[in-house]
Structures are given as C-alpha cells and as structure tokens.
C-alpha cells in the first residue's frame, strides 16, 4: 500500500482524505506528519498546494484556498478541549461530524478539481475519537514505545481477530524486533500494518496558528534566561516553577509535579475534583512540554560542559536533520547526539536512524559522531562514539561514565 497515492488521489472533482494519528507527547506525530506533507510537496510541487498548520479544527473550514489544487491542512493537540467529563457533549463533536462537508465547502467557494488532505493529531484517543475514526482514511497509532502488548491491545478493540493479531506481530517481531517501536497504521477496511519512515526537513505553512490556543490569546514569550546550574533535577524544578506561572500549564503542571512527589491520581482526583483519566491526561500534556522545555536547556548544558572537557567551536544546532551539537578538538570534528531521560520514560536501547543526522553530518565532513547520553535513574552520563554497524545502539551500566 502507498500512502501517498491514496492521500493524492482525486477523480478530477474534489476529493478528501483524512489521517488520524494517535500518540503520547514526544511520540513522533509531529514528525510524521511534517515528514508526509514534505513527501507531498515533493510529489506534486509546492506552487500546486496550500497548507495550514493550526491547533483549532475551525481554521479547515475558514482557510480553503481555491486557487491552488491541493489544500492541507494539520491540525494538531485536537483533542486539548476534550475531557472524560465533557468529551462527548463538546460542542466540538458537531464541529468534527462536519468534517466530510467541507469538500462541500471547498466547491462553494470555488475549488473545481482537487484534494483536501486533513492531518489530525491527538495525544489520547478520547472524547471525538469514534468520530473521526468513521471516516478516516488511515489511523496511525505512533509511539516512541509502542510494543507488542499495546498492539494487541488496540487491534483487539477494534475488532481484528485476535489470532491475526498474534500471527502478524510474531511476523513482525521476527523480521524486525524494533518495528513495533514506529507507527501501527489501520485503513478503513482493516487492513494494518506498521510504518517507518526516514524525517524529512519541514514546509512552511501559508497559515501557521500551531502556537495559538482555540479561545485565549497568544501568551508573551518568556525572555531567555541565562543557565545557572548543571543539574538537570533543579532545571526540571525550574521549568516546573515556569510553567506553574503560565495561564496554560498551570493546573496541569502541578497535577504533574504533585504526581512526580508520590501522589496517586485518585487523591488528585479527589483534591482537584476531576476524574482520574483527567488528571492522567493533563500531567502527560504537562510531562510532555517538560520535556520539550528540559530537551533544549540541556543541550545548552551540554554545549558548556563540551568546553570544560576542551572542544573547541561548540556549537548548538537545533534544525530539523540537522546534529543536536557540533564540535572540534584536537583537529578531529564531532557531531553530537543529546539524549536526556528517565523522567517519565527511560531508554536504553535507541534504533540507529535515531542518530541519522549526526552519522550522516560525520560522513559527509570526516568527523565522528557521538553520543552524550544522561540516565536520571542512574544517576550517570556516559559520551561516546556512535558504532552504524549495529540497529541499535544500546548503553550498558557500568561500562564507564565521564
């Protein structure tokens, strides 16, 4: 099955295909998406398409644009209004089921022949899930930890006999112990699957409302502050204090930083007057801007710990397909791979096109690429270089910290 000739097909009137995609924060969604529409952009041109990237699900229907073939549109966090309270008496469910009509839409205001493409993301399948799930074109289930447990999980719920289910993750497994790690893909018939793919460099939308939040205004941006410590437990601290000071992220942030202190959800459940899934659902939205926030200061953290160890022309980078670091010493270049974990999730094991850009970066410039690695939970760093003869790139304890 290709994706792509599915998503670009139209029978010269006006088309609409919808992927849904379902993911924990720091999953990859993100990813995936910029990385299909890139693809798109590829296979038909960038002059033949208008793209709107947002986090309101009304901008579909405000921003069509008729002079240009194909509209796409991403609207990410679409569930952030839903709740198990509310989820399904929203006044977004209506908003969703009109969804279908807005290649209707699209003919009134003047588009004759074309395709409408809709990328909708959502952290936890809840509230308008069913909804969008009748007619989607693709469901992708995307996870940084997907295993087979959790596949067998969503297959059984929808439905697929559960012997199918055993037989193809045996398949996959044996094939490909770490596929199960990137995309599960459902079509509309049943047919699964699971789906890999390779990051590509993002496209500019022509409307981009992504840092807007439906029904408030845009918040000032903090100015940026000067590091003042090394240890990333007091970062972690510090960027807590932030957000519990932002309009946003206040509530969920101390959902989440109540829960890292040893409370239960049930007695936050109780404190706050919220049901449990909720309190669940706002501290992985809490954990996962934490992580975002934490991702960048530490590779700032990196960079001067770099030069105390005596590199030379250090370097933060921060692009899409691009080293997280770059660096010299002794004549020799480095390209940098930053990975930080073990609050909320812990990784050891990291399939190699993870550290794509800096293999590629010390192949292409005759450098090396290497990995700083910090495990919380154990306390250690450890810095070396990446091996590409092996899938994995796995960090043994003990073998030695800086």
Do not use: C
Request: net charge neutral; no cysteine.
């Amino acid at each position: 099955m290709k994706i792509l000739d599915v998503l670009l097909r139209h029978n010269g009137d006006v088309g609409l295909s919808i992927v849904y995609l379902v993911g924990m924060p720091g999953s990859g969604k993100t990813t995936l998406v910029k990385t299909l529409i890139a693809k798109i952009v590829q296979a038909v041109g960038r002059e033949r398409i208008h793209y709107v990237r947002t986090r309101d699900i009304k901008d579909v229907f405000e921003h069509i644009n008729p002079e240009k073939e194909f509209q796409l549109f991403f609207v990410d966090d679409a569930m952030m209004k839903q709740n198990a309270r509310r989820s399904m008496s929203s006044d977004n469910i209506e908003i969703y089921e009109r969804l279908p009509d807005v290649r209707h839409i699209a003919e009134e205001r003047g588009l004759k022949e074309g395709k409408i493409i809709i990328f909708i993301a959502a952290q936890v399948p809840k509230g308008v899930d069913l909804v969008i799930r009748n007619f989607a074109k693709f469901t992708i289930f995307k996870s940084m930890n997907l295993y087979e447990e959790e596949h067998r999980r969503i297959l059984k719920a929808l439905e697929i006999p559960y012997y199918e289910v055993v037989d193809w993750i045996d398949g996959v497994l044996a094939e490909d112990p770490w596929a199960l790690s990137r995309g599960l893909i459902i079509t509309q018939s049943g047919r699964w699957g699971w789906l890999r793919f390779t990051p590509e460099d993002g496209v500019a939308p022509d409307v981009d409302n992504y840092f807007i939040t439906p029904g408030e205004k845009e918040e000032k941006s903090e100015e940026k502050e000067e590091i003042l410590t090394e240890d990333v437990n007091e970062l972690i601290r510090e960027e807590l204090k932030k957000m519990k000071r932002s309009r946003k992220w206040k509530k969920k942030a101390e959902l989440l930083e109540r829960l890292m202190q040893g409370d239960t959800r049930l007695r936050l459940s109780q404190i706050y007057n919220i049901p449990e899934s909720t309190v669940g659902y706002f501290a992985n939205q809490a954990m996962g801007e934490l992580r975002r926030r934490i991702g960048l200061k530490y590779e700032e953290v990196v960079v001067k710990k770099l030069e105390k160890m005596g590199f030379q022309n250090v370097r933060r980078m921060g692009g899409q397909s691009e080293p997280d670091i770059l660096a010299e010493k002794d004549g020799e270049k480095y390209a940098v791979s930053v990975k930080l974990y073990n609050y909320g999730r812990a990784r050891h094991s990291l399939p190699i096109d993870e550290f794509t850009p800096e293999l590629k970066w010390a192949e292409e410039n005759g450098g090396k690429a290497m990995l700083y690695y910090t495990n919380l939970a154990w306390s250690e760093t450890y810095f070396f270089e990446i091996r590409d003869d092996k899938d994995m790139v796995t960090i043994k304890r003990r073998k030695g910290p800086i």
